[in-house]
């Protein structure tokens, strides 16, 4: 997925206390379990003999895969900004998906700053996750009204997130579904579309599990490929919500 295992988050305080308070806490540690599926299917035009027009030996060729990760994730909250936005830094050790810890600015509502030369170092599944730890992500008003949209443009990529909260568990936590479509322009566009559900703790201010299963559609000049990709993460344990 586009946008787009164990993993131990280092988050720091996303709720009410002072700042001052915040930072002898620092740093707050999440660890998640989560698994990455990704399924591909290529097609690719071939050529007949002279290899540049399409001839009676020409076709397309049908190529498939699948990858799966299970893992580590560590995310260290290294800044608190004043308007509320969070540095943490996040890297992945998984059996077939690992990325070396790089900083990342996420802002009040989510978005993500990355450095340009570090974006291929945070993986897709590191991004859905760090999109849902900004302090806003879930606010009084989006409570209120039961819905809520989230819309960026991140390095080249127009994303669309529409949250319905489809209920609230004994516990206070939200149950949350969400759709989501991201289309990438330029030399190598795409399309995807994701839907899912996030068990949101509000008090807390992180999902306890989040479950997204998208499709990406790559298309090029002789070759197209879809990518359908699943996504499962697990709140193991969290040091904010020890003896909570």
Known sequence: MKSQAIITVALMGVFACSGAALA?????????????NVTTQTEELTM?????TATAGSG????GGIQMS????????????????????VSEDTDNRKAPPVRVDVTTDGDL??????????????????RMLGREFVNS????????????SQGGANVREDYTITGTQPNGDLSIAVNQTVKVSGAQPSDTTAHGTITYSNKFK?????????????EGVQQTQTED??????????????GS
């Open 60 to 63: 397309v060729a049908h190529y």
């Open 229 to 242: 990709t699943k996504m499962n993460f697990d709140l193991l344990s969290d040091s904010f919500q020890a």
């Open 24 to 36: 002898q806490k620092l740093p707050r540690h999440l660890v998640y379990k989560v698994g990455v």
């Open 70 to 89: 299970h893992g580590t994730m560590t995310v260290d909250v290294i800044g608190l900004f004043p308007d509320g936005g969070l540095a943490v830094q």
């Open 206 to 218: 992180v999902p306890r599990s989040i479950s997204l299963d998208g499709r990406t559609h790559h």
């Open 141 to 152: 008003d989006d409570v209120n009204a039961g819905k809520w949209v989230h819309q960026l």
């Open 48 to 52: 007949g003999e002279n290899g540049n």
């Open 113 to 130: 700053r990355i450095p340009a030369d570090q974006i291929t170092n945070v993986t897709e599944e590191e991004q859905a996750l760090l």
